[in-house]
C-alpha cells in the first residue's frame, strides 16, 4: 500500500534492504582466526572458555560488552520503518 510516487511494496523493499545492510554491517565485524590471549583495549588476561567459544576474540568481558553499548547507540537500523510502525 504504496503511495504518491512509490509503487506497491516500495516500503517492504526499503525494509528488507534496511535489514539486509545490517546483516552485512554485523557479519563483517565478527572476528575469526586465534583468539588473543590479552584484550587488545585494557591488556587484562582473555579466560581460555571465552578464546576457545568465541574464535578470534580480541576483547575481555567488560570491553566487549562497552564497545556493544557505544555500537547499540550508533545503530542505523530503522526500526520506525517497520510495517507495524506504519499502519498505527
Not at 590479552?38 to 566487549?64: F, H, S
Request: hydrophobic letters at 25%; glycine letters at 10%.
Amino acid at each position: 500500500m504504496a503511495g504518491g510516487w512509490s509503487h506497491d511494496g516500495a516500503v517492504q523493499e526499503q525494509i528488507d534492504a534496511s535489514t539486509e545492510d545490517e546483516v552485512k554491517r554485523v557479519r563483517s565485524q565478527l572476528s575469526d582466526g586465534k583468539s588473543l590471549e590479552y584484550c587488545e583495549e585494557c591488556g587484562e588476561a582473555i579466560p581460555q572458555a571465552r578464546r576457545e567459544a568465541i574464535a578470534g576474540v580480541r576483547l575481555c568481558v567488560d570491553c566487549q560488552a562497552e564497545q556493544d553499548k557505544q555500537d547499540s547507540r550508533e545503530g542505523s537500523f530503522n526500526r520506525r520503518g517497520s510495517k507495524d510502525s506504519q499502519l498505527r
